[in-house]
């Protein structure tokens, strides 16, 4: 039985061994190998190129290219066409850019909302009312003149201290973080000062539905604010910490981009409230008591008092903004409500754009207020323009580090400076960072006035009637505020020009000068890629076979040829042997 060796050597003596061997020598005497690719018409990408590009030109829909592109033409009716093409594409492409840029920059309308709104779906105004007179003469007469209170008391009434050469007592103001402790001790209380108030037809005593509050003109009464623990984040000013909330009435944190919300339908005793219906019996009605007899100094050069509407969850700016109500006088205010919404979508676009921020986004920029408003934002500006120039801040601004030192009147220069905008760069900085909110509402008022009549008033005012008439045409001031219509019309920011809008005037110009279209951009695609890959790729199939191609391909089959005769010839072997052994067997048995 041959070993392997012995097998491999008598495969190489088989004659289909010198038959391969044969084959090999005729192949090495053959003529050098040379690549007939080289002999055969080049095809490359330009000349693809050149005849998709052809074709496209005389195909498209696209007007002007058949005529620059058609070899009947003479050269300067070519160029002709040329020069038209090029000049119809530059206007076209400035007309596109100019409607980039209205599209891209300014992308908000502002219009009227198609739909109503009822005045019973908003709240009723926050009413901040406040005395000019801002210290009564009865609680600061015992002051003397080297006391700090007595300094105090000149800053607040903005008078130069007689005291500005004592360094220690101007130390100690500096010192003093206990203003609003100090103005309420000093000021007239909210009971006081009003003491007829009546509200959707209801009577209420004052002092539970107004709250002290401290502002630019001294302490104030205010009704319809938010519950201090929804306006602010973390510190809540002193004469807001105890104030009276009524079991019966839920408080809710309302603002203008959520509203009531489902509150409503639930039940009706919540505040902020809402207007209970139109006319002067719904509204509120107030009497005042300004007390003359006991003004000791008076913010303005009047007697009387300030009044101010805002939104409940709005600072007040009553020192700007407030109307003046004189005693003896009976004003009406007739309300009239603005409200400014934004679509929802608009949050997609970008806020220097849109030129408003919504509650949530405002909300992170302040540190103070827990709802954001331009008012709001205004007033912590306006604090941090203190602190960085003064080192202070006003007894009334937003305490943003809870600690912030209360400027003293020897700042008052330098107080004054920043709130009237004078030192370069406050103005432009809070105007950038405190833009208008996307959803707001803010209330105007009509004012009519008459003088109070003498007879009568204390039979349909009951309050009065232990007053003379003397106090009450000096001190006594009537005032009812109340809606006119049942609806208003909010205004309604939405898009300018929207994208479907914008595609609409790009298609436009594009048929209007070239007769492009959406399918003009599939004949593009389809000529500058997927013909010429289709046609690379058939070339590819289709190109002759070169002679080196050729021999590597006969010397694949040799090998090929050769593994299957030395596997035929082991079967065989293998075949012969076993039925040899067989044999022997059977000739041999044991």
């Not at 088989?14 to 053959?30: D, E, G």
């Not at 306006?231 to 079991?247: A, C, G, H, Q, T």
């Not at 006003?394 to 009237?420: A, E, H, Q």
């Amino acid at each position: 039985m041959r070993t392997h060796r012995g097998r491999k050597r008598y495969l190489f003596r088989t004659p289909l061994f010198w038959k391969a061997q044969q084959k090999i020598s005729a192949f090495r005497n053959q003529t050098p190998m040379k690549d007939t690719r080289a002999a055969t018409p080049i095809t490359t990408w330009r000349t693809i190129l050149a005849r998709n590009t052809d074709e496209f030109c005389r195909n498209t829909t696209i007007h002007g290219l058949k005529y620059i592109n058609s070899r009947k033409l003479l050269a300067t009716d070519r160029i002709f066409f040329g020069l038209a093409f090029l000049a119809v594409l530059c206007i076209a492409g400035f007309l596109i850019h100019d409607s980039f840029e209205k599209w891209n920059t300014t992308p908000v309308i502002v219009g009227l909302n198609p739909e109503p709104t009822y005045i019973t779906d908003e709240p009723f105004p926050a009413v901040t009312i406040c005395n000019l007179n801002q210290a009564l003469a009865a609680r600061v007469k015992h002051f003397t003149s080297d006391t700090t209170e007595y300094a105090m008391l000149q800053s607040l009434c903005h008078r130069n201290s007689d005291v500005s050469d004592n360094v220690n007592n101007h130390q100690n103001i500096a010192k003093e973080n206990n203003w609003e402790e100090f103005i309420l001790n000093v000021s007239q209380p909210c009971g006081e000062m009003i003491i007829g108030c009546r509200f959707g037809a209801e009577d209420y005593n004052c002092a539970r539905v107004f709250y002290p509050i401290v502002t630019d003109e001294g302490l104030c009464c205010v009704f319809n604010m938010l519950h201090p623990r929804f306006m602010y984040k973390k510190i809540v000013p002193l004469s807001l910490r105890n104030i009276w909330s009524p079991n019966t009435y839920k408080a809710i944190n309302w603002h203008a981009e959520l509203g009531f919300g489902s509150i409503r339908r639930r039940t009706k005793l919540f505040y902020p409230r809402a207007a209970s219906g139109t006319g002067e019996s719904l509204g509120l009605s107030l009497i005042l008591d300004v007390q003359a007899n006991d003004y000791y100094c008076s913010s303005s050069n009047s007697i009387g008092f300030k009044i101010a509407l805002h939104s409940p969850n709005e600072s007040p700016n009553v020192r700007e903004t407030g109307v003046l109500l004189a005693p003896g006088l009976e004003t009406k205010l007739r309300i009239d409500p603005s409200m400014i919404m934004t679509e929802k979508y608009l949050r997609a676009v970008d806020r220097k754009y849109r030129r408003c921020l919504f509650h949530n986004e405002g909300n992170q920029r302040l540190r103070y207020f827990a709802h954001y408003t331009q008012r709001n934002c205004n007033m912590e500006c306006l604090s941090r323009s203190l602190l960085k120039h003064c080192g202070c801040i006003g007894f009334y601004m937003p305490r943003i580090n809870g600690n912030d030192t209360i400027c003293s009147i020897y700042k008052s220069k330098c107080v004054d400076s920043v709130r009237l905008h004078t030192i370069e760069d406050i103005a432009e900085s809070c105007v950038d960072d405190c833009l208008p909110s996307c959803f707001d509402l803010t209330f105007n008022s009509i004012t009519f006035s008459a003088k109070i009549t003498n007879d009568g008033f204390e039979n349909t005012n009951p309050t009065v009637a232990n007053y003379t008439h003397s106090y009450v045409e000096r001190s006594i001031a009537v005032v009812n505020m109340y809606y006119k219509d049942e609806t208003f019309r909010a205004k309604k920011q939405t898009e300018f020009i929207g994208i479907s809008d914008f595609l609409s005037n790009v298609g436009g110009l594009m048929g209007l000068f070239l007769g492009f279209s959406f399918l003009s951009i599939a004949e593009c695609v389809y000529f500058a890629l997927i013909r010429p890959c289709r046609s690379c790729s058939e070339l590819h199939r289709n190109r002759p076979v070169s002679t080196l191609e050729l021999i590597k391909l006969k010397k694949v089959e040799f090998v090929e040829d050769m593994q299957r005769a030395k596997e035929n010839e082991v079967v065989q072997w293998f075949h012969s042997e076993y039925c040899q052994y067989y044999q022997h067997r059977f000739d041999n048995p044991v």
